[in-house]
């Protein structure tokens, strides 16, 4: 049959699969790519989360089906989480949820609180769940800035005025992914006074909550006073304790937005494998060096790579935050647009990064660069970068 379904209509083509395929086509050929496009942690999780596993693996009575909302020890032990690092109380039975990964949870909200025509409010450029779970879901969206200035401020403004039907949902996302902004705890108490004026859901991804850098931590949107009221936030294990397959994640906050997630969970799956829950309330409840080593790690590789590139010709501001650096194409290149220059770089320099237009139309002129790999790689990925530059005409100096 011809039938062309309808949530597929609404999907466009995923412009970075395109560089993925061609960085798979190229590591089969056996070519030795440095790949930092993907956000994938090359690190392993700690020893004793692993021990977790193996030993709760190891008992008969562990393979059956879970919780879809999380054991209680996990959602107790996510709740103790917020309380020592941002000073929030939670409710572990009615304000926790265990997700399959944020992406997972972003997405279940988005089935569970969307009607066809609704219309959501979302960065530009964002991490595509942040978009396409509401777009799956019948929702039509309006795009904000990413940039937390007083542009985006206006921008929401605007969008309540000027909207048929008004917006009900705004998606926001720091330190964010692509761009690695951040914000303080101003910014969300002038975004929760907003949104309560306003009646509009607020949906924070805290994915990259401990990867900060420079001494100036990430502050959570519970932390402001009246948030519960209108928000809900979600947090991810991949990045903090290097357990991205494991798909461990948390939905917090207002316990209207956590019922009916946990309600359309309740349809959709059976919880995460028992045992990786229990070793996930290992690494919440035990040693906590992993999570500063982790973030000392990004931040050597930080500077070490915007150091290197720079060397080699292509100057990239530093993140204050996040795993991911957000790079304006080289200015004598600029005219080729992201995917055009991702995927030369990635056939002359054997780099692969994210081409920015991947994450909506204003990532335009940027790509993403993952710090997946470590210095010395780095360095190498900077000699290859140089060579492409210098092959182009494009000053350099030696690196």
């Known amino acids: 049959m011809d039938t062309e379904f309808y949530r597929m209509k609404r999907l466009p083509p995923y412009v970075i699969a395109e560089v993925n395929a061609m960085r798979a086509a190229a590591r089969a050929a056996g070519e030795d790519i440095i790949d930092l496009g993907m956000g994938n942690p090359d690190l392993p999780p700690p020893q004793h989360v692993i021990d977790k596993l193996c030993e709760v693996a190891q008992k008969p009575d562990a393979h059956g089906y879970s ?5 209680p020890g996990l959602r107790r032990a996510q709740a103790n989480y917020y309380a020592r690092r941002f000073g929030v109380e939670l409710d572990p039975e009615r304000e926790v949820v265990v997700t399959m990964g944020s992406k997972e949870g972003l997405a279940s909200l988005a089935t569970a609180i969307t009607a066809p025509g609704d219309v959501v409010l979302a960065p530009n450029p964002s991490y595509p769940i942040h978009t396409f779970g509401f777009i799956i879901a019948g929702a039509t969206i309006r795009s904000v800035p990413t940039t937390p200035d007083e542009n985006y ?28 902004e951040v914000v303080d705890l101003a910014f969300y108490e002038r975004l929760v006074d907003w949104a309560r004026a306003n009646k509009v859901w607020i949906l924070s991804d805290l994915a990259y909550s401990e990867l900060y850098f420079d001494g100036n931590p990430t502050p959570s949107i519970m932390q402001v006073k009246g948030a519960k009221d209108v928000a809900i936030e979600f947090t991810s294990m991949s990045k903090t304790y290097s357990m991205a397959g494991w798909r461990m994640g948390f939905a917090v906050g207002n316990q209207k937005l956590i019922a009916a997630m946990t309600r359309v969970k309740s349809y959709l799956d059976y919880g995460a494998f028992t045992p990786i829950q229990a070793a996930a309330c290992a690494a919440l409840n035990g040693p906590q060096d992993i999570v500063e080593r982790n973030r000392e790690l990004y931040h050597k590789r930080r500077d070490v790579m915007v150091e290197a590139f720079g060397r080699a010709g292509w100057e990239i501001p530093p993140p204050a935050a996040s795993m991911f650096a957000w790079a304006p194409l080289p200015p004598a290149l ?66």
């Open 67 to 71: 919780q879809s909302k999380g054991i």
């Open 153 to 180: 401020f206006l921008s929401l403004e605007k969008a309540m005025a000027f909207t048929v039907p008004r917006p009900s949902v705004l998606v926001v996302n720091y330190p964010s992914n692509p761009t690695a």
């Open 334 to 399: 600029a005219h080729m647009g992201s995917l055009e220059f991702s995927k030369q770089l990635l056939t002359e320099a054997k780099v692969a990064v994210a081409p920015g237009v991947g994450y909506g139309e204003n990532g335009e002129g940027f790509v993403r660069i993952a710090m997946v790999e470590n210095e010395q790689r780095l360095r190498q990925a900077a000699r290859n970068v140089r060579r492409y530059l210098t092959s182009l005409g494009v000053n350099s100096s030696a690196a």
